[in-house]
């Protein structure tokens, strides 16, 4: 459930009419619900309130806007970061330190030190060489990592490829069949308190036996260190957990997710550590942006609107779906491709689909487009760095200025020699 609603036949965030905020602030932007925002936080963590121990940590990188990372602070969520950028914002945002992981197949030796100097929470490793580099770094600054192993389970989550990190073949952790040997061997390091373990299998997943199956191979290994004598406390879960993109998908929501964790890790006796990103922010925003023009095409109408690819990629990258929905609906419905005005044909919303009947100069809402939108925006075709707008009940705030072309211009230079 969401508070995008359309009420006196206009869609609204909670208590604001999207044409408001479109006037005000222009489009495209993205319009994030602080109340679904609060709403998705609460239901994930009171369906895992089942588990005696648990510690949530947002994924920063499906949405990292510092308002929307203070509202999930608020909400008792930690932050799980990728990169040194990610983890200042998390700070930034009031998140301790203490419940910060640092996850990604990249770190460097420079990130790695100012994140121990931050006093991040937990470091999940990627591989040995990772963690020998970062327990020497820890050990010559005279403090203490505290790190998970991540473990490839080699399970496919059955997501689109792109998007699934749990097979053998993908960069992600270490290989099943040496974790037991790694984990001994970096546990040994001084500068090295390694206290669990972490798995996550990828994002979108819509089918919960893949994500059983993994953590019922994460509970064996778990019960093979602690036979070796090795002492494991936190069991990083990772994120994962799809949301519907189209009305009406039915999908395993957080209690079906909770019920077969529980059941999967009832023996363990750790702190079970949760990831989750698009589960929280997928719902809570859409991206607004208006009607071009309509322009005949050989089959169907192409609706050009004026957002395109670089503010929201999911389509063009991984053939995702989003709705598409008139801000104020008539009623009719028509069948056309729903375009952007870039110049490549993967800057294609919505092909031959049967949608809210819209003419130039309407508004359009792409729902779900909380997740992993404006994140990944970028300036591609010189547009501008897409805006985003917070509402709660009947107020809203920009949360991220639009960045305009000559911002970007301003830091470029032609060298001496071609002057
Ligand atoms: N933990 C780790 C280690 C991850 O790699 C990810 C996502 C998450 C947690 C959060 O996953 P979520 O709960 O959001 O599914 N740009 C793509 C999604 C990339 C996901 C990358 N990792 C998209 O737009 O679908």
């Known amino acids: 459930m969401d508070h995008f609603q359309v009420k006196n036949g206009v869609l609204h965030a909670e208590d604001v009419a999207l044409p408001a905020i479109a006037e005000a602030v222009g489009t495209p932007v993205y319009v994030y619900s602080e109340a679904t925002l609060r709403r998705h936080a609460r239901v994930f963590r009171e369906a895992l309130s089942i588990l005696p121990k648990t510690h949530f940590a947002f994924a920063v990188k499906s949405n990292p806007n510092l308002a929307v990372l203070r509202v999930l602070k608020e909400e008792g969520f930690g932050a799980d970061v990728v990169s040194i950028g990610e983890a200042r914002r998390a700070l930034a945002a009031g998140i301790p330190g203490a419940d910060i992981v640092f996850s990604g197949v ?58 699934s990190t749990g ?45 059983r199956a993994a953590f019922a191979k994460m509970g064996v290994l778990l019960a093979d260190l602690r036979a070796a004598g090795h002492t494991i406390t936190h069991l990083d879960l990772g994120g994962g957990l799809g949301v519907p993109y189209r009305v009406g998908e039915q999908l395993p929501g957080p209690d079906d997710y909770a019920a077969m964790v529980a059941e999967v890790t009832k023996d363990w ?38 957002a395109a690819m670089n503010d929201l990629a999911r389509p063009a990258m991984y053939d995702a779906w989003h709705d598409c929905v ?47 939108g404006a994140t990944m925006a970028n300036t591609y075709n010189s547009r501008p760095l897409v805006p985003e707008v917070l509402v709660s009940g009947d107020r809203y705030a920009v949360v991220a200025n639009r960045i305009e072309p000559a911002t970007i211009l301003a830091a470029e230079q032609v060298p001496d020699w071609l002057k």
């Open 106 to 163: 990249g770190k460097t030796d420079e990130e790695m030190a100012e994140a121990l100097e931050s006093g991040i929470g937990q470091f999940n490793l990627e591989s040995e060489e990772e963690g020998v580099e970062l327990a020497r770094i820890a050990h010559e600054k005279g403090l203490t990592a505290t790190a998970a192993l991540r473990v490839n389970p080699d399970v496919d989550a059955g997501t689109h490829d792109k998007i």
């Open 167 to 211: 097979k053998a073949d993908n960069k992600f952790g270490v290989p099943y069949f040496s974790a037991k040997d790694i984990f001994a061997r970096l546990s040994a390091l001084p500068g090295m308190n390694l206290r669990g373990l972490a798995v996550h299998i990828g994002s979108q997943i819509t089918n919960l036996d893949p994500s």
């Open 269 to 306: 006796d750790v702190t079970v550590m949760f990831e989750p990103g698009r589960v929280i922010t997928g719902n809570s925003g859409v991206l607004v942006s208006k009607v071009v023009r309509v322009k005949r095409g050989a089959n169907n109408p192409f609706v050009v609107v004026d």
């Open 326 to 372: 008139a801000v104020r609906p008539s009623g009719e419905t028509m069948t056309a491709n729903v375009v952007g005005p870039i110049c490549e044909s993967s800057d294609t919303f919505a092909r031959n689909r049967e949608m809210d009947a819209v003419t130039t100069g309407d508004l359009v809402a792409f729902r779900t487009a909380g997740a992993y």
